[in-house]
């Protein structure tokens, strides 16, 4: 098993550039790649452009996690629904997907934690979850020798996946379908004809198309703004380190103010960082930074602001953010986001580990990456047409929270663009929200 997916693995999508389409999805993430998988099954003619390799950012670098637990209300609906299709997309893949409703647990190390927890669970009660507060002596029934928490929040439900397997199996059955899929092929630019889409502009040449998906995840904005369309969008650098494999003390997910693991199929898990987040300053995050206060500042201690250096695309100081269609673009220059993992914080990861898990000390690390998660400031998405531009609908800024709601936004997305209605309340997802003077507040996700 490789992971995650890197620029140098072999493209597997290639083949001639289709000339037209109905739809062309721009990103070969978990979005993108789900809302091609809907379109096809709604008979819609579909490409699907990924500059790099599919799932090669952070569809291939998240935690894995399938959670209903914790997230912003808005989404949870959507999330319920994610669920559901997980749980028969294996099958529909013909593949196994790495796919286990193994739990996800929120654990807390203090009173507060425990609040903030009981607070959520009115969102839990209210859509039907089997979610459910526990107390310390379950947590250590869940956990065995384990120590030093003080209860927590447990979904017995939800679930874990394999994102680097996960993503490119469901595409490699997407094009067994005939979608056509073609890595290392980069929209430089939409086509736009009397003020609406005609299509995209590729580096291998034109497609024609009166509708585009852009699900770019951390490319979005750069790409929005060229056309004319404000994004605020940061990216987040997310440390992330797989152990060699372990005895097993937990099948699923969980976690902490401090660390997350997630039981992994070959035997090892998979940690994370808790509340730390590395802000990549550049020219686009310094302008958006007022709007992001609320984020920041609900988790300030945690908060660490690095300049965003050239290997740090989309929102490098030395990014263009203009170019000719006709030449080599930025997305071009980076196939593939791979930053360097924190080190510091890996040894602080096994340190944490051996504390909660006495019994085995601190593990071996098999292999550590970083990835860079698109957030938004009230941390949920953007699910919307573009006004400004007919044709355009964005599926982008899943702020972390992509893979596993993935299935349910994909059909979404699919449905608003084949004019069908969503099934789903979107207005806390619309683009207008930040231009058009509403409150930017984040939700009571944990």
């Known amino acids: 098993m490789t992971f995650p997916i890197r620029a140098d693995n072999p493209a597997t999508f290639t083949g001639p550039l289709p000339e037209a389409a109905d739809v062309v999805v721009i990103g070969g993430g978990v979005i993108g790649v789900m809302t091609a998988w809907f379109l096809a099954r709604r008979g819609v003619k579909v490409v699907l452009c990924e500059k790099g390799r599919i799932a090669g950012e952070q569809s291939s670098r ?26 028969g997309l294996s099958a529909e893949a013909g593949a196994d997907l790495g796919f286990r409703q193994t739990g996800v647990l929120y654990l807390a190390n203090k009173p507060a934690d425990l609040a903030r927890y009981e607070g959520w669970m009115v969102h839990a009660r ?52 005939g979608v056509a899929i073609r890595e290392d092929c980069a929209v430089r630019a939409l086509d736009i004809a009397g003020g609406r889409i005609a299509g995209v502009l590729t580096e291998r040449g034109r497609i024609r198309a009166d509708r585009v998906v852009l699900a770019g995840g951390a490319w979005s904005a750069l790409l929005a703004r060229a056309q004319g369309i404000g994004l605020p969008q940061l990216s987040v650098r997310a440390t992330v380190a797989a152990t060699e494999p372990l005895p097993e003390v937990w099948t699923g997910a969980a976690a902490d103010s401090h660390f997350a693991i997630r039981r992994r199929a070959d035997g090892g898990y998979t940690l994370a960082p808790g509340h730390f987040h590395e802000f990549f300053i550049g020219p686009d995050a310094f302008r958006n930074l007022w709007a992001f206060r609320a984020q920041i500042l609900s988790d300030l201690s945690g908060t660490r602001f690095l300049p965003a250096a050239p290997k740090h695309y989309p929102d490098a100081w030395g990014t263009p953010r203009r170019w000719s269609p006709d030449g080599e673009s930025p997305f071009e220059r980076v196939r593939v986001l791979d930053p360097a993992p924190n080190r510091a914080e890996i040894e602080r990861l096994r340190t944490r580990f051996a504390a909660a898990f006495p019994a085995l000390g601190k593990p071996a690390i ?8 698109d957030t938004m400031p009230d941390v949920v998405p953007v699910i919307d047409h573009a006004a400004a531009l007919p044709g355009l609908t964005i599926a982008t800024g899943m702020s972390g929270h992509g893979f596993g709601i993935g299935p349910g936004v994909g059909r979404v997305v699919a449905d608003l663009v084949a004019g069908l209605a969503p099934g789903h ?13 509403s409150r930017i507040e984040l939700g009571p996700a944990l």
Do not use: C, Y
């Not at 912003?72 to 319920?80: C, K, Q, R, W, Y």
């Not at 098999?366 to 998660?373: D, E, S």
């Open 425 to 437: 309340d979107l207005a806390r997802f619309r683009l207008a929200r930040f231009s058009d003077g």
């Open 126 to 177: 209210a859509h039907g979850l089997d979610t459910r507060m526990v107390t310390a002596s379950e947590v250590a029934a869940i956990l065995p020798n384990a120590a030093g928490w003080l209860g927590g929040i447990w979904t017995a439900s939800d679930a874990r996946a394999e994102p680097w397997i996960a993503v490119p199996r469901i595409a490699t059955a997407l094009a067994a379908q």
């Open 366 to 373: 098999r292999t550590a990456w970083a990835g860079m998660i």
């Open 62 to 87: 998240n935690w894995g996690w399938v959670r209903q637990q914790g997230r912003d209300p808005a989404e949870l609906p959507i999330m319920i629904e994610a669920m559901a299709i997980w749980k």
